[in-house]
């Protein structure tokens, strides 16, 4: 007998939700083949078999949670059933290979091993078996081969592509696993639904409330005249597309604009651990993704290091993966400073709140054309209203509003970013 437990989850997360048993009792598995999917707070994960054998006992059922090292099945590596009986076929179709004509079935031998949820997500993005190179035993594609081949450079867009890329992350954003079922409203209907929060929903709830608990949260607010930004964007979009396969969006100037300054204030970029002030020298840029079953935060590491198209190429991948469900939890671990951008969604101006331990992060807004002074003219301008919510208890506010203001400077004058980069 060999057991299934449930492996570590990753940085902080002891617990996990069963979300679906992808083989039943009774079922064959081989030595790497996913069995059964969990849902943690950041990641939803595939368990696989260990051992070959018989899938003899489930001991949790769907919707159960558990922590780590806990016993989720057992196989049993003899071959035979619950009853001690050697397994039936799993289906009709093994059926009808078993009479089937030679031919049909040496195709059948030849169709590329992998497991349901590779095989699911490939043909929702009509990803070729047959050309992904899989990593599991005996050459089986697993999810994160199929996850792999979709994050494969591709070539340089085509002028209509290259326009579509150029925009903002969440307006190309994959299909998503469907929303729960929801009564349909008639008039005079009070029909209620109950619906069990996700782990990343539980989440997300504990983490904002323990933010605002705390921390000494406080925001300062700027806007900001992107006539420059935009200008200089749209004069080198379809050049910067041309060359690095990937469009020109803003969010990599704020980026850099985000590293420029922090490295001017210092305390933005640290978190408190017990009654200590941990300063960092390195930029970890975590860029908040509205996704499905919840807003998560993957990281751009080392973001100083990167040019503007590797940033932006980030951006996109996060998003693209977010969507279809394929981060990881690597990508989500750790960050010291968090953007995030309502503006996509139509926001005009909004208070972000802190991304713990983290003890800043800097909201950016939709963009809208204004009446504003301009060297004593009145013009019409595209403005953006900014916002950065910060830990006072380190932060003080002459520097979160001096910080604020050199994000400002540097996005009404791009060109030093330039210098600074």
Request: avoid cysteine; charged fraction near 25%; hydrophobic fraction near 45%.
């Amino acid at each position: 007998m060999s057991d299934i437990v449930v492996p570590q989850l990753g940085e902080s997360v002891v617990e996990a939700r069963v979300a679906k048993w992808l083989k039943k009792e009774g079922d064959r598995v081989e030595v790497g083949e996913a069995v059964v999917e969990l849902e943690t707070e950041k990641i939803d994960l595939e368990v696989s078999a260990e051992r070959a054998g018989v899938l003899a006992s489930i001991k949790r059922q769907e919707g159960e949670d558990v922590k780590i090292g806990e016993l989720l099945a057992v196989i049993d590596e003899s071959g035979a059933g619950a009853n001690g009986s050697a397994p039936k076929p799993a289906s009709k179709a093994a059926e009808v290979v078993a009479t089937a004509p030679a031919t049909a079935v040496a195709s059948a031998a030849d169709a590329p091993k992998a497991t349901p949820t590779a095989k699911r997500m490939a043909k929702d993005h009509d990803v070729d078996l047959g050309s992904v190179q899989g990593s599991g035993t005996g050459g089986r594609v697993m999810k994160q081969d199929v996850q792999g081949a979709l994050g494969a450079p591709a070539a340089a867009p085509a002028p209509a592509a290259t326009k579509q890329a150029a925009a903002a992350p969440a307006a190309a954003k994959p299909a998503a696993p469907a929303a729960p079922v929801r009564p349909a409203a008639r008039p005079g209907d009070r029909t209620e639904q109950r619906v069990r929060m996700t782990k990343r929903r539980a989440t997300i709830a504990r983490r904002l409330v323990e933010a605002q608990r705390t921390a000494a949260m406080l925001t300062t607010f700027n806007e900001i005249d992107m006539t420059a930004l935009m200008s200089l964007r749209q004069r080198r979009k379809e050049a910067f597309a041309k060359q690095h396969g990937v469009g020109l969006g803003i969010a990599s100037f704020f980026v850099k604009a985000s590293i420029a300054a922090l490295k001017l204030f210092p305390p933005l970029n640290a978190e408190i651990q017990g009654d200590e002030i941990v300063y960092k020298s390195y930029h970890d840029i975590g860029m908040a993704v509205g996704a499905e079953g919840g807003l998560v935060v993957p990281v751009i590491r080392d973001a100083a290091t990167m040019s503007f198209a590797q940033i932006e190429q980030a951006i996109r991948d996060f998003a693209a993966r977010a969507g279809n469900g394929t981060l990881t939890l690597e990508d989500l671990t750790g960050g010291t400073f968090t953007i995030t951008n309502g503006g996509v969604f139509g926001s005009l101006l909004s208070t972000p709140i802190l991304n713990p331990p983290q003890v800043a992060i800097l909201g950016l807004h939709k963009i809208e054309d204004r009446v504003v002074p301009v060297n004593g003219q009145v013009a019409i301008r595209p403005m953006m209203y900014v916002a950065l919510s910060y830990d006072h208890r380190i932060v003080d506010g002459r520097e979160a509003v001096q910080f604020l203001v050199k994000i400002k400077d540097y996005i009404e004058d791009p060109g030093h970013l330039f210098l600074e980069s």
